[in-house]
């Protein structure tokens, strides 16, 4: 059994900063993609950020040059610094990871974790 456990998420006013992690725990091989997803109310879940582990990166244009994702795998650990943030960042934030276990390669997802941008 993988779980995931997110934390980090808050109220920042629009300019702030705040860093989530997301931690995986459980019987696991190794983890290829972990990643970050959001999803604002009435809006569909969109991916803000994955990390590879060939070293690829990819972010969603809303937020390159201000998110920035980072990996710990002795960890098993994803983070996500999010600087310059803006109103529209506000939602709640899941982490995702595809994680090699005995039966094979599975998705996995945090309880997700509420980041709310206002003055």
């Known amino acids: 059994q993988v779980q995931l456990v997110e934390s980090g998420g808050g109220l920042v006013q629009p300019g702030g900063s705040l860093r989530l992690s997301c931690a995986a725990s459980?019987?696991?091989?190794?983890?290829?993609?972990m990643g970050w997803y959001r999803q604002a109310p009435g809006k569909q879940r969109e991916l803000v950020a994955d990390?590879?582990?060939?070293?690829?990166?990819n972010y969603a244009d809303s937020v390159k040059g201000r998110f920035t994702i980072s990996r710990d795998n002795a960890k098993n650990t994803v983070y996500l610094q999010m600087n310059s943030l803006k109103p529209e960042d506000t939602a709640v934030y899941y982490c995702?990871?595809?994680?090699?276990?005995?039966?094979?390669?599975?998705?996995?997802w945090g309880q997700g974790t509420q980041v709310t941008v206002s003055s």
């Open positions: 459980g019987s696991i091989f190794s983890i290829p993609t």
């Open positions: 995702n990871m595809y994680a090699n276990v005995a039966g094979g390669l599975y998705a996995y």
């Open positions: 990390s590879h582990s060939g070293g690829y990166t």
